[in-house]
């Protein structure tokens, strides 16, 4: 297998991807269960508060990362490096914009703190704890502009080794203060010097890989070219609007209308989701320059067959895990992990769990919506969903408390995901959409099968403790395989990373027995 290959570049940049998140992952696990029992609920629902506000603010950015380097393909490609240089020196000028225009709505929104947050067992003054977050906001800002040519050409590895290191490193630097000193201003601290390094550190990277970009540019970009990335801004920022409405306001009104302690125990819970989003997205994103590559020199046929290949990936590994999940995680929480100081009600970790599988499921078709550039077909009906999410979540979250507000999100994401079926289907492929709705169907009958069998084999499972919760991993997953392989080997999705499998294997064990040559030589 060729390592500069379309192949050879996604499986290098998975790997790494994956390696570098699992640290992550047991680190992050590790100092959420230190910050929960050194500072409590309270805190939890803070950071939690503090982070769905500025998720907001970042709205400022309105898709623009995107858009470039979307646009940043071809060039690439054509080893045009002055465009490159054109592309970032405009991405550089509206990146100082943005920051200046965080800035000031944030400011701007201290006087409203108040109303959104009360916590009386937290010492630190919410103002200044508020005001570290927002330049946590506007440190991730700083110099990201030159990892957009990193990913473009397909060498995410590169900035997912940087993040990853620098995250590790934040999180033993946490954990350490958190234990010695109980702080949280310095917890703040250390976020944002890990994230302003971690840009710099990716920034000179980019500059050595790519020296020309830091070369005098010569020109600018033509209007065409300008009036295009401005077309997929515009049609990008009702996408983000939607994305911001879905994810950016629930702990809001989680605050506001039942409490931020609340927003804590929820957040030891969707802490886990994020987890796991975050691996596989890192892993995703390592794809879609590939995708976006394959637009500029391949064809239709051949991007609707990685696509339903991403989606097979992405749905194998999600289903296992929500099925997990769905069976396992209030044990783990309340039994395991805290006490039943963190417990929720089931039926509440069940709506969560298909909220996450089908925002899950959802991001293969959008990473290959945004590496076709198909940012602004139906781009009105984002906004419509945005704005029928909040009123929602307004008439909902009284009567039904949390459950409310994750009803209204799975209802509008259903929304944004048979749209972006419809854009790529209908309009690109120009084949019917049923096609993958009708894969969806097949993995929910799948998954409702293994549900239904793991819950009868657990009515068995007398054991209690971290036996018996291993025991039940070990069955979920003997189970989950069982039917997987049964009714998926076949397939030309399941045969393909199949065979990659055995290729590695077989290259690894080449690189064995060239070492073994070489030492009887």
Aim: one cysteine or more; hydrophobic letters at 50%.
């Amino acid at each position: 297998m060729d390592k500069n290959s379309r192949t050879g570049k996604t499986i290098r940049n998975t790997m790494v991807t994956m390696l570098c998140q699992f640290v992550y992952l047991l680190l992050s696990f590790i100092c959420r269960t230190i910050f929960t029992n050194m500072l409590g609920a309270e805190y939890l629902g803070i950071n939690g508060l503090f982070t769905n506000i500025l998720t907001i603010l970042s709205f400022a950015e309105l898709g623009f990362g995107s858009a470039l380097v979307y646009r940043m393909y071809a060039p690439l490609a054509n080893n045009d490096f002055n465009k490159v240089r054109q592309y970032l020196r405009l991405y550089k000028k509206v990146y100082n914009v943005i920051l200046i225009v965080i800035t000031v709505i944030g400011v701007l929104l201290i006087p409203a703190l108040p109303y959104f947050v009360e916590a009386p067992n937290v010492k630190e003054n919410l103002t200044l704890l508020y005001v570290l977050y927002l330049i946590q906001t506007l440190v991730s800002y700083v110099y990201v502009y030159k990892k957009s040519v990193l990913i473009a050409d397909q060498k995410n590895y590169i900035v997912n080794i940087y993040t990853q290191v620098f995250n590790i490193l934040m999180n033993v630097a946490q954990c350490a203060f958190l234990v010695i000193s109980h702080d949280f201003v310095i917890y703040c601290m250390i976020n944002i010097a890990c994230n302003l390094l971690n840009n710099v550190f990716c920034s000179i990277r980019a500059n050595k890989e790519y020296p020309y970009i830091t070369e005098t540019v010569e020109g600018t970009l033509t209007d065409e070219e300008v009036k295009g990335l401005i077309t997929d801004v515009k049609g990008l920022l009702l996408t983000k609007v939607a994305s911001t409405a879905f994810s950016g306001t629930d702990n809001i009104f989680i605050s506001a209308f039942i409490g931020i302690k609340y927003v804590g125990i929820l957040s030891n819970y969707t802490m886990l989701f994020t987890i796991i989003n975050t691996v596989m997205n890192k892993v995703f994103d390592s794809v879609t320059s590939s995708i976006g590559n394959l637009v500029v020199t391949g064809n239709k046929k051949q991007t609707e067959q990685v696509l339903k290949r991403i989606f097979f990936l992405n749905t194998s590994l999600y289903g296992y895990v929500c099925i997990g999940m769905l069976l396992l995680l209030r044990e783990f929480v309340t039994k395991i992990w805290f006490s039943n100081e963190y417990a929720m009600a089931q039926s509440l970790i069940t709506l969560i769990l298909i909220e996450f599988f089908f925002r899950s499921i959802h991001y293969p078709l959008y990473t290959t919506r945004n590496a076709m550039g198909c940012f602004s077909q139906y781009k009105w009906v984002f906004g419509f969903a945005a704005v029928l999410n909040i009123c929602l979540d307004f008439v909902l979250v009284k009567p039904m408390g949390v459950s409310g507000l994750y009803l209204a999100t799975i209802l509008c994401r259903g929304i944004t995901y048979f749209v972006d079926v419809w854009v790529i289907y209908h309009m690109e492929f120009e084949k019917s959409a049923f096609s993958y709705f009708k894969l969806i169907i097949q993995w929910l009958i799948f998954l409702s099968l293994c549900g239904v069998v793991l819950t009868w084999i657990f009515s068995f499972v007398g054991i209690e403790g971290i036996c018996g919760f291993a025991i039940k991993i070990l069955i979920t997953t003997l189970v989950y395989a069982g039917f997987y392989f049964s009714i998926y080997s076949h397939t030309e999705e399941f045969c393909y990373f199949w065979n990659i499998l055995q290729n590695l294997t077989k290259m690894k064990r080449g690189k064995k027995d060239e070492i073994r040559n070489s030492d009887i030589s």
